[in-house]
């Protein structure tokens, strides 16, 4: 594999983790400015959600 590819791959898994979290924080908290500071942890705060919610990752 390419580093190009490798590279692609990181970038696209790093906006993915960034968007969930802005959804995440949308929906909990409705403010614009948690919403951008989640968004800067990205894939962080979306696995402290899903340890820190009722039923955990089992949904």
Same mark, same amino acid.
């Given at each position: 594999?390419?580093?190009?590819?490798?590279?692609?791959?990181? /970038?696209?898994?790093?906006?993915?983790?960034?968007?969930?979290?802005?959804?995440?924080?949308?929906?909990? /908290?409705?403010?614009?400015?948690?919403?951008?500071?989640?968004? $800067? $942890?990205?894939? $962080?705060?979306?696995?402290?959600?899903?340890?820190?919610?009722?039923?955990?990752?089992?949904?």
């Amino acid at each position: 594999m390419s580093s190009s590819h490798v590279e692609k791959a990181t /970038n696209a898994g790093i906006g993915l983790g960034s968007a969930i979290a802005v959804a995440i924080s949308w929906s909990v /908290n409705k403010s614009i400015l948690w919403a951008i500071l989640h968004g $800067f $942890f990205g894939w $962080f705060y979306v696995i402290y959600h899903a340890f820190t919610r009722p039923g955990g990752l089992s949904g």
